[in-house]
Each structure stands twice: as structure tokens, then as C-alpha cells.
């Protein structure tokens, strides 16, 4: 199974406003809670000019599709709490 992961460049098209679909080039850094919504945050890449850097929330209910153009690994996750327990 394909997960989308923080560092995976793709283009997202999404429903703007007068039914246009948007296009938005960039690197997915993650989901961003906006009131009871979640939207994907996307740094925009040079396609976008002068707004190159700049970050675009996209609501989850506003996206269309998804092309992933190059996915990045799942980072494995770090151990919090160090087991203090002794096992014999």
C-alpha cells in the first residue's frame, strides 16, 4: 500500500473558486487540523515563482486527485520511553 508521507513531492488538484481546478506543485510536510477540517500542507516549489517557499493549505474536502511524483520513505519511529522494566 502507497502512503503519502511528508517529503514526497506531488502535484495536488484541488476545486477553487468559479469550479477552476488549482494545481499546486510542491513537498507534502503534513496534515494541519483547521477547525473541525484537515487540510494537506504543501511547500510550494518553483513552479509557483516568487511564492517558492511559502506553505498552501489545502482542505482534504477540496482535493480532486493526487499525482505523487516521487514518494519519500516512511520514517521509522523512535523509541520514546526507554524500557526500564527488567525480563528474565
Known amino acids: 500500500m ?3 508521507v511528508p517529503g514526497s513531492k506531488c502535484v495536488v488538484y484541488s476545486v477553487s473558486s468559479n469550479d477552476e481546478i488549482m ?3 510542491g513537498i507534502f510536510k503534513g496534515f494541519v487540523p483547521v477547525g473541525e477540517d484537515s487540510s494537506l500542507c504543501i511547500e510550494l ?4 515563482g516568487d511564492m517558492q517557499g511559502k506553505y498552501r493549505l489545502i482542505p482534504t ?3 480532486s486527485a493526487i499525482d505523487i ?3 519519500a520513505e516512511p520514517k521509522q519511529e523512535e523509541k520514546k520511553y526507554v524500557d526500564t522494566h527488567y525480563y528474565s
Open 69 to 71: 511524483i516521487e514518494l
Open 61 to 63: 474536502n477540496m482535493i
Open 45 to 48: 516549489d518553483s513552479n509557483h
Open 2 to 4: 502507497i502512503e503519502l
Open 23 to 25: 494545481k499546486t506543485y
